[in-house]
């Protein structure tokens, strides 16, 4: 009863693998027999394998198991290469010296699977069949297949005929057999004997083996143990394959059989021994292809295929070989070679990626310094009242004063250079600049307090509107900067201090010329004076400021400075503005600039014309340096003609002489009130020039400029410094010979 309810089971589980189509092997199925390895399609338990072909049995022997195909033992079976090694029977025909006649030995030699449906084929590629001896003579054949015959002949007279190892008839013969034999059969040739040579050589032997395990040795002759390991039997390989179809493209289009290759990544082989197939699987897998998903991925980094100096990586199926960075996997020679393209590029790369970031930052870097620069700027210029005097501007079209850029005038002046600088003085230094194409004086001023940066615009823009022929112009100014610059036009021929002062100068112009210089320089003090209020008072004027054109016309220059100097009550006592000698002695005492002070001065440079000395002496008794007290005491003691120069004493009418010397008296005076006003001075002047007019006087101003000219030019721009001894030399020249005085 229960026997037949397993078997209503198993018939259950046939059919349903039937009708899928596909025969799945129970997992119970053994797969070894004693050492040897059974795979599917091989299979010992019924039912376990692909057919009746394949079946094998595990019989026991020695105490060993040991699977069989028929008689044949079987060592081992290769699905790769659809082979299946047996072991198989030497058979011996031997001279039996007490009966006197041959006699067969060992086993019956043949192999019969009986039909061409079985699975195995002989080998022809890897069998030989073998005979050995020295009068033998045997016969393989295949009546049953394919109608073969084929004879294996070995002969020697002794045994010192035979050689170790050379199977190639003498003693040994080596026949090959065709393919597609499933049946062999053997036999010994009945009229050769071996009656005449038992002595040495009794038996004669035959076999069809691999003849890969076969190597002849002579003592072979006399033994059927050809190989030790085997005891009497040798190894022998069946092709095997599934048979009921030709070929491969048979078997995947027979879809009433079933196609043995099942497993993915698997693929068919024909069979190269008769028809049929085996399976496979394909390159980079490894397992049984005829069970579902045998084949599996071989990981063939295993055994490391890539460079020793690469690295390998296993994919499905496949592998991959890669190298370190900078070298190149090369697929050819399996060697990882230095990678110039990846090297030259990698150093690019990183070369550009560097610059990039320089650059990067570099801009970056331009562009934060800039914005700061700019913010300073800005600021600078709003405390300078820069805003204030756009507005002013703006509403005032027409002005001719420009607002520079500090970048304007470091171009101007070659960023200020030294070979510039045409005059240096306590409130800044002066350089020559060029301004589309212009030449202009710069100045750059020393110091600035808090009160004045505010009022600068709207000084500024009150100093620009003058316009008067014996002033310097201003151009222009530059609020960017900490402490303004300022452009003025660009006076070239010198100042009045060196046409009186500079060597053998004095005695060569003509009093009268300095007279009209003195005069114009009143007018443009005048001007000044008069043109707002509060008065714009000079603060230093002196003879080095007034400056000489091209046709020794008076400017006066450096009125600008003025409001640029610091006025603050405490700053006064160490901040004294304008230049010894020149100096009201009021302005002293009180502190309190006022345009009575700048005819203070006025009065002096009138000495030094009337003279033609320096203001300020170092030699002689305190009483003798100051110019102003040697003429106050001479035109007390009513000696004029002691402090008069000498030229001048016997060619000028002393009328006028002692006009010019009462003018610059009343000019001196102690006490600034009673001291003319500016405008006075002037007409008093222009009143004195018209008295001297004579005709020769108006024609020779030319003349004279040119004697002046075509003199000694070079002796005569020496200044004599030393008459400036408290160093307050505003606007005395650092290079006498610069282009600013030369011509
Ligand atoms: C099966 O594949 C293996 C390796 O993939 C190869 O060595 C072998 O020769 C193949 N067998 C046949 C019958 O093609
Ligand atoms: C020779 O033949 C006799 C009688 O058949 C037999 O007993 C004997 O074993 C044989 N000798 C050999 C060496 O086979
Ligand atoms: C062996 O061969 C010789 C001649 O070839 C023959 O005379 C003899 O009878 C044979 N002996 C046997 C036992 O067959
Ligand atoms: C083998 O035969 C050769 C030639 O007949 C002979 O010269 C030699 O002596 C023989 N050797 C033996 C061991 O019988
Ligand atoms: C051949 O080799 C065997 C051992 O393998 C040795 O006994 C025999 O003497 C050798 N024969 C010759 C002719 O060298
Ligand atoms: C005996 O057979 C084994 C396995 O087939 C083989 O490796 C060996 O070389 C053979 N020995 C000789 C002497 O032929
Ligand atoms: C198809 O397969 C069956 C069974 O496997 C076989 O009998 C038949 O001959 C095959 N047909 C062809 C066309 O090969």
Redesign the pocket.
Known sequence: MRMFLQLGLGFVLLAAQYASGIVVPSSQCRRQCGNVEIPYPFGIDPGCSLTQGFQLSCKVQDGIPKPFRGAFEVLDISLTQGTTRVLNYILGYC?NTST???EYFGRYGGFNEGDPSSPYRLSDTQNRFTVIGCSALALISDYDGTGYQGLGVATCRNLSDLVNGSCSGMGCSQTTIPKRMYYYDTTFSA?V?T?QIWEFNRCSYAVLMEAAAFKFSTTYVNTNKFNDTYNGRVPMILEWAIRDVKSCDAAKQNTTGTYACLSANSKCVDSTNDQGYTCNCTNGYAGNPYLLDGCKDVNECNHNPCPSDGYCRNIAGEYRCSCRVGKKYVTESNTCNPNIGFIIGVTMGLFGLMVIVMITIFWGQMILQKRKLNKVKQEYFRKHGGVLLFDKMKSEKGLAFNVFSEAELIHATDNFDSSRIIGKGGHGTVYKGIIKNMSVAIKRCAVVDERQKKEFGQEMLILSQINHKNVVKLLGCCLEVEVPILVYEFVLNGTLFELIHGKNQASQISFNTLLRIAHEAAEGLSFLHLYASPPIIHGDVKSSNILLDDNYMAKVSDFGASILAPSDKEQFVTMVQGTCGYLDPEYMQTCQLTDKSDVYSFGVILLEILTGQLPLKLEGSEKQRSLSLIFLSAMKENNLEAVLVNHVKGQESMELLRGLADLAKKCLDMCGDNRPSMKEVADELNRLRKLSLHPWVQLGVETEVENLLGGDTTGGYEIELSGYPMGESENQPINPRSSYYAR
């Open positions: 001279y006197r006649s041959m009229s004997n009656s």
